[in-house]
Structures are given as C-alpha cells and as structure tokens.
C-alpha cells in the first residue's frame, strides 16, 4: 500500500472516530460529565505513559519540561483541550449532539478569524464572504435556539485556540498530549477523589462493562490523533481541510436521526448557510492551491532557448 493511500486511511479513521464519539459517551451513563471528564483524563494520560515507554521518548519528554515557555504553552493548550473536551461530554449527556456538530462545522471560519486577529493575517475576499456568510448563520441559529449557540461557539473557538497554540508550540502528537494530559491530572484526580468521598463516582459501582468504558477512554482518546499525525505527515493538507468534515457529519446524522434531536425549517436553514460558508471557503482553499501549484511548475519549468 503506498504511503498517499495509507494516509488517506489513518484520516478517514481518525474523522470517523471522532464523529462517532457522541454515541460513546451515551453509553457512559449515569457517569456525569465531570466524572467523564475527569477519566478521560487521567486515562489518557496512563495510555500516553505506557506509549511513550514502548518508543522511549522519555528522554525528549524531560527535556520539554525543562523549557519553561514550552511548558507555559503546553499548560495553555491543555486547559483550552480540558474545556473543550468537557463541554462536548455536557453537550452529548443533555442531548445537543447537533449543536455540538455545529461547532466542528463553523471551527474552519473561527480559525480563520483568529488568523486575522492574533496572527494579523490578511483575508482574500472569498474568505471574507465566507466568513460573513457564517456570521449570517449564527446569527439564524441564535433565533432559532432563542440565545446564541453557546456549546458551537465554545467548541469551536477553544478548540481553534488549542490549534494555534499547538502550531506555535510544533511538538509531536505523542509528546504534545503526554503532556497536556499530565498538566490536567492532578485535578482531575482531585475530582475523582471528591466524587468517591461524596459517594457519588461510578466507576466500579454501575457493571464491569460500564467500568471498561470508562478506562477505554484513554485509547479512545490518544489513537484518533495518532491516526491523524500519521495522515498530516502523508497527504497535503488541501485533503485534511476535506476530510474535517467528515466528523461533524456524523455527529449530525447521530444527533437527528440515532438521538431524535429536533431540526426545525429555522434551524436547517442556518445549517445551510453554515454549509454554504464551508463551501465558498473550501472552493477558495482549493483554487488558490492549484494556482500556488502552477505558479510553482512555471518557475521551476525550464527556460526555452
């Protein structure tokens, strides 16, 4: 199998893992969001020690740790990841798998006005109308919801904020999530404590298969984002951007058709005008690719005599 296929797989697998995730953490209940949070956390973190012994990283990792810049970013990116990753559990345990879906749908066009704000970047004007036509859509949907979106809007920008502050920090998936893990497990920890004093965790007291579940979090959590690092380092990231939305579609299709989550005429419109946002910015994405591309051949074509 080449390497482009190979690639093209661990993305596909990656996307279709993370759109499936609403149906496991129904599967999760009674756990409340906090526990659930709290044991993908410290689990991860177990998986990610277990990983990073079999490849021996640990050097790379101590030396990481003694870098305090690189340690302030890391704690930066973890508590953006704990928010996000939290307000997804909230969102899936009171039944707002669509809007969560949304969130992931609108992530491109907040990063690109983070791009804008924070890096100062400047916009081509189809990126500008995508970016107006998303407002328009949000605008839709906080009439519909009858106040804005907050669970959308909190998924996408702490997780367009994540992704910048990884960009800038530029370390290798294992290492990055060893230790944004480990900067989240001593409170979590601290919350399992608290739940198991209060008489209130769940962990060993619902089933055997319930407990599993709830270990299986750590490996639910670290092998999609392994798969993905594997697909950026093999396919261009033109195929990335096409493959993102391959999650928040299945979110969707779980949250109207698996969960029977209401999708009112206002609602559906503003999903179109989401979608029709998406679709300017990714012909956009595509035609300045292919125009870089040529630009590229036609300098390094050699010169006719």
């Known amino acids: 199998m080449s390497q482009l296929r190979l690639g093209y797989l661990y993305g596909l697998g990656a996307y279709v893992m993370w759109g499936f995730f609403p149906a496991y953490f129904k599967l999760l209940k009674p756990s409340g969001p906090v526990e659930v949070l709290a044991h993908r956390i410290v689990w991860s973190a177990l998986f990610m020690v277990v990983a990073l012994t079999a490849i021996r990283r640990w050097r790379k990792i101590v030396e990481l740790v003694r870098k305090p810049a690189t340690l302030g970013g890391i704690t930066a990116a973890a508590i953006f990841i704990g928010i996000n990753w939290g307000t997804y559990i909230y969102a899936v345990n009171i039944d707002r798998v669509v809007e969560t879906s949304l969130g992931y749908f609108i992530n491109p066009l907040v990063v690109i006005v983070l791009g804008v704000l924070v890096l100062h970047e400047r916009l081509r004007p189809m990126q500008w109308a995508a970016v107006g036509v998303g407002t328009v859509a949000v605008l839709v949907l906080a009439v519909d919801y009858g106040h804005p979106p907050w669970v959308a809007l909190i998924l996408a920008f702490t997780f367009a904020m994540y992704g ?90 779980l949250g109207v058709f698996a969960f029977h989550e209401p999708m009112p005429p206002v609602r559906l419109f503003g999903f179109g005008l989401v979608w029709l946002a998406l679709a300017v910015f990714t012909w956009d994405g595509l035609r300045t690719a292919r125009r870089t591309r040529l630009a590229l051949r036609t300098r390094e074509a050699p010169a006719l005599v």
Do not use: C
């Open 164 to 253: 910048l502050v990884k960009k800038r920090l530029a370390l290798p998936p294992s290492d990055g999530l060893f230790l944004e893990s480990a900067v989240l497990t001593l409170p979590a920890l601290a919350v399992l404590g608290w739940l198991a004093t209060s008489g209130d965790l769940t962990f060993g007291h619902v089933s055997t298969a319930h407990t599993l579940l709830l270990a299986v979090a750590g490996v639910l959590t670290a092998v999609p984002l392994l798969m993905f690092a594997g697909a950026a380092n093999r396919i261009p990231l033109v195929s990335i951007g096409m493959l993102q939305y391959v999650a928040p579609t299945l979110q969707l299709a």
